[in-house]
């Protein structure tokens, strides 16, 4: 990551949906140092956001989530985007929203 990709943007992306993995850096290859659990009366915050590794989550009901999108949690540890609700990012992130493609139905 470089500096420049950082973008300061203080935001609530809200609770996890699913596990998610807590990393020290924006990549699927920074040590994961926490594994938080989906609770929805924790919501989490962010100083911002940069791009990173993009992640792909199948198992959202509403489909498949794609994002490059890591934000930089208030603690300074970092969390991929498709950990957060779809819907709840678009606002936040803009054109950087993750990518929903619904399921398709079984044959």
């Known amino acids: 990551m470089t500096a420049t990709s950082y973008r300061p ?7 996890v949906w699913r596990d998610a993995n807590v ?6 290859d920074s040590p994961v140092v926490e594994l ?5 009366a924790t919501s989490h915050t962010a100083e ?5 590794d ?9 489909g498949e989530i794609v994002s490059s999108v890591w934000f930089k949690l208030a603690d300074g540890r970092w969390c ?3 950990n957060f609700d779809p819907t ?4 936040v992130l803009g ?10 139905p079984a044959h």
């Open 9 to 15: 943007a203080p935001s609530t992306p809200g609770p």
């Open 23 to 28: 990393r020290s850096g924006p990549s699927l």
């Open 36 to 40: 938080v659990l989906p609770d929805a």
């Open 48 to 52: 911002g956001w940069a791009l990173g």
């Open 54 to 62: 993009e992640v792909v989550e199948g198992e959202n009901p509403v």
């Open 80 to 82: 991929s985007a498709v």
């Open 88 to 91: 709840r990012l678009a606002p």
């Open 95 to 104: 054109d950087a929203a993750p990518l929903v493609r619904p399921h398709r």
